[in-house]
């Protein structure tokens, strides 16, 4: 059983930033991905870390990086720059031996 827990969400002006933190068990976890999903709209993959990778939607690159400790069993994703059609709630996402695991979501809401 995969567990996910989001935190770090809040509200923030356009340009500032938030780091998100996704405590993630077992430790044995090697790929997470961060989806968001806005009001309306579908959820969308953000960025995606493995053991010794990373990758970001388009929409992101530049502005969020995402990182590990697997110390703390811990994902990061740092966003920077935020924008207000950054307003999404952000969740955690493993696929495990083909059950797909979220946690419950953290909001991120920006003012213009």
């Known amino acids: 059983q995969v567990q996910l827990v989001e935190s770090g969400g809040g509200l923030v002006q356009a340009g500032g930033s938030l780091r998100l933190s996704c405590a993630f068990s077992p430790s044995f976890v090697s790929i997470i991905n961060w989806y968001r999903q806005a009001p309306g709209k579908q959820r969308e993959l953000v960025a995606i870390?493995?053991?010794?990778?990373?990758n970001y939607a388009d929409f992101v690159k530049g502005r969020f990086t995402v990182s590990r400790d697997n110390a703390k069993n811990t994902v990061y994703l740092s966003m920077n720059n935020l924008k207000p059609e950054d307003t999404a709630v952000y969740y955690c996402?493993?696929?495990?031996?083909?059950?797909?695991?979220w946690g419950q979501g953290t909001q991120v809401a920006v003012s213009s």
């Open positions: 870390i493995t053991s010794d990778s990373t």
């Open positions: 996402n493993v696929n495990h031996w083909g059950t797909t695991y």
